[in-house]
């Protein structure tokens, strides 16, 4: 083994504490990538083959009514592939127990599979040639419900109860994320499902006849979409063309872009701050090293050692320190990641997820912390080439002291005791030293804060989403547009304490060319559900005329108080009006207007009805009354709102886990800072600590002395490190929110404790794994010479 090569091992053996820290904080980073850009792959990959693999539609239309002949004309425009017709509709269904829920009945061909949105089989077949009545259940909805071969679904149909028979367990592409609309704020099995019938069966049912209120598309490959579409859309326009959405905007489609989307911000955001941390403790390690070695360099060149040769030597230091680090990183990611994978799976239905490591991750992590850590080594070690051999052989001349600033507030520092004076000399003494300290605790304390202001953020939103926004027990939805008054019967039943009417009718608004699709909620001008809130958070109420805009959808629209956009309101015919925006109102999910319920009757032109009714009951009377409204024929669901925040709070898993292991890793990055600040502190200033020892001063007291050093620090990096972590959660809140879900920043006095804590804790802990650097210093040793 060469001799540089063995002085290299050994500077390792000797500074292993420092080497394993810094390793340990590219070990974090990597991880973290590998995991997150792992998980990112796989579900990336899977959906794509599954969109492929079982011919996802490009483009869907809604029209009003459209024949098998008006399909095959749209099957002869240029660049479909596929072209079909279908059924689709949203019905109430009868599940038992006092389940009352929507199911989404879609109609498919009687004998085989549709070319588009083929189904995946989990159990059981196709439809029963035999069986009318025959039908097949999505597998969320199914498992939930514990459905299976032999199992009935009823569905409530224009007051008549029908009963299917379950042949079949599904996935389908369409439906990896089965939300009901995006006014949902999660999917909830408990409370929507799918059901595939037979076209001969939904025909009769609901006497379409020979139509369809749905085209869907497949494009050739290759064919430029938006002439296509425009020309398509042209072509429905006799039959009623209702509204036309890209893939990328159906629903599911989109959920699952956006989680595509934050994960891999995430496989690049936090793992360059994880060595963005590990290359500034690499350069002022390996600047304290340099230094101490003056001599040691002056001699190898001396000897015949070139610059070039002895530069490479300190950069193999950094270089080690990259790969020990990053190959056990790159597999406990793949670790974490596989386990991710499997989380994503239970949350999307993907059939045909594909769990597979990536190899090239490999490469891509070693690369990434190589690159990191020899740039760091470089900008450290290039200090010796400006080395000269004779000057090298003297020490190197001490800095000359200065008073620092407090010093001339004789006041404040006369009072001081002597280890005080001491520790804040030196923080303002070594400035490049303690700057880089300050910031690396800053990104310490700012990650701290992003980990957990994430669950903060949840918890309110759910919280205002459920607990505040919403004050009914129940929301009672009708099979189809009701009477006013009939609405308020329900006020009759026992244990019920109030009822308001409402009315929900699906529009498009428009301002000018941007479009957003909504819900127009109609309630009542004096409400006791529904509490409505402005920007600033003050109560907003119900106008006499107008729409009140949610904040999400007059952003994307640019339109503010006072403006006129165009609406489409979609009832039994699409009516276009000009409606002034009343007011913006702050939502975080849902995204609905709302207006006088009856403003907005009249606005429809049938004069005031309702689709539903929001009531309040006594808590003792809740099973009575839900099995009277079950036996209402004209009551197609009953969502309770607890059981609305029930299903939500299960799809927290995953990010529990993400905060879980974003916790772990900054925990080490938090102790490898100190820790190596520790060291070096000691390292630096050991002839001091020597003196101190002469003079009489214990093990304790020396220790109190940079255990104070390190705490004032902490303590300096404390409020711009929070106010940099602020900043963060503003712009991760901005970067994650969409088009379904509004991130607001809520930063607990918890997290805010936490992370002050957490300083504390890294601050001791660094200490106890230095002791044995204050209780070895050996004076006689130490004092001897002034190098190490």
């Given at each position: ?307 070039s040769r002895i530069l490479l030597h300190y950069i193999l ?379 009489g001063y214990t093990e304790r007291e020396i220790e109190s ?67 044995n650097n204050v209780s070895g210093l050996d004076m006689v ?8």
């Open positions: 083994m060469k001799k540089l090569n063995r002085m290299l091992l050994r500077e390792i053996m000797k500074s292993k504490g420092q080497f394993i820290a810094a390793a340990a904080v590219v070990f974090a980073g990597i991880a973290m990538f590998s995991a997150s850009y792992m998980s990112y792959q796989n579900l990336k990959n899977s959906v794509e083959g599954y969109y492929e693999k079982y011919s996802f539609l490009d483009y869907y239309a809604k029209v009003q009514n459209i024949s098998s002949a008006g399909i095959s004309q749209v099957k002869d425009e240029k660049g479909l592939r596929y072209a079909i017709g279908r059924i689709s509709i949203d019905v109430g269904a009868d599940m038992g127990n006092d389940k009352r829920v929507t199911i989404r009945l879609i109609s498919l061909p009687d004998e085989a599979q549709p070319s588009i949105n083929k189904l995946v089989f989990k159990s059981g077949g196709y439809f029963n040639k035999n069986d009318q009545n025959s039908c097949l259940v999505n597998r969320k909805f199914a498992d939930f419900y514990r459905l299976g071969k032999g199992s009935k679904v009823k569905a409530i149909i224009n007051f008549k109860i029908y009963e299917f028979n379950v042949d079949g367990v599904v996935d389908s592409p369409e439906f990896i994320y089965a939300m009901k609309s995006s006014t949902e704020v999660s999917p909830s099995p408990e409370r929507f499902g799918v059901v595939y019938i037979k076209e001969s069966a939904a025909a009769s049912i609901l006497g379409m006849g020979n139509m369809y209120n749905e085209v869907h598309v497949v494009f050739k490959e290759g064919v430029e979409a938006e002439p296509v579409i425009d020309k398509l859309e042209d072509a429905l326009k006799p039959y009623g063309f209702i509204a036309g959405m890209k893939r990328k905007d159906q629903l599911s489609c989109a959920m699952v872009d956006n989680e595509l989307s934050e994960l891999e911000k995430i496989a690049f955001m936090f793992p360059a701050l994880f060595l963005t941390v590990a290359a500034t403790i690499i350069y002022i390690m390996q600047r304290r090293i340099i230094s101490n070695q003056r001599t040691l360099i002056g001699v190898m060149k001396a000897i015949g050692y070139t610059n230091y950094s270089l080690l320190i990259a790969l020990v680090g990053a190959i056990p990183g790159v597999f406990t990611g793949i670790f974490i990641g596989t386990r991710l994978t499997r989380i994503y799976n239970q949350i999307f239905s993907i059939p045909v997820m594909e769990i597979k490591i990536y190899w090239n991750l490999l490469i891509i992590g070693v690369l990434l912390s190589v690159s990191f850590c020899l740039l760091a080594g470089y900008g450290s070690a290039k200090r010796v080439l400006s080395i000269e051999p004779a000057e090298a052989m003297r020490s190197e001349a001490p800095k000359i002291g200065k008073r620092i600033l407090l010093e001339k507030v004789s006041f404040m520092w006369k009072r001081l005791h002597f280890g005080w004076k001491m520790s804040i000399r030196n923080i303002f003494r070594s400035r490049t030293r303690t700057l880089f300290t300050v910031a690396g605790m800053m990104a310490t304390i700012m990650f701290f804060m992003v980990s957990l202001f994430s669950m903060d953020s949840i918890k309110y939103i759910l919280h205002q989403s459920f607990f505040v926004f919403q004050k009914q027990d129940y929301k009672v939805m009708f099979s189809r547009p009701s009477s006013y008054y009939d609405a308020l019967e329900l006020q009759n039943l026992e244990g019920v304490r109030k009822v308001e009417p409402i009315l929900e009718i699906p529009i498009d608004i428009n301002n000018g060319w941007k479009k957003e699709d909504s819900i127009a909620v109609g309630i009542m001008k004096e409400n006791s559900f529904c509490h409505l809130i402005d920007d600033t958070e003050a109560p907003a109420k119900v106008p006499e005329s107008g729409l009140l805009v949610a904040h999400s959808i007059a952003e994307k629209l640019d339109i503010k108080t006072g403006d006129t956009v165009k609406v489409k309101l979609h009832l039994k015919s699409i009516q276009e009006k000009d409606i002034q925006v009343a007011g913006v109102v702050k939502q975080y999910a849902g995204f609905n207007c709302y207006m006088n319920i009856e403003e907005l009757g009249r606005l429809t032109e049938e004069g005031i009805f309702a689709t539903g009714a929001l009531m309040s009951v006594k808590a003792g009377d809740k099973e009575a009354i839900l099995k009277e409204l079950f036996d209402m024929p004209g009551v197609e669901t009953v969502d309770s709102r607890v059981d609305g925040y029930n299903d939500f709070t299960e799809f927290l898993d995953l990010m529990y886990t993400f905060v879980g292991f974003m916790i772990f890793f900054g925990t080490i990055m938090g102790f490898s800072i100190i820790f190596n600040t520790t060291v070096i502190n000691i390292m630096e200033r050991r002839r001091e600590l020597a003196s101190l020892k002469v003079l002395i940079i255990f104070r050093e390190n705490m004032m620090v902490g303590i300096i990096s404390l409020i711009p490190g929070m106010l940099f972590g602020r900043v963060m959660c503003n712009f991760l809140a901005q970067l994650f929110s969409n088009e379904l879900f509004a991130l607001e920043v809520i930063i607990s006095p918890r997290t805010y404790s936490i992370t002050c804590l957490s300083v504390f804790v890294f601050t001791v802990l660094a200490l106890n794994a230095n002791k040793e130490v004092l001897k010479n002034r190098e190490s």
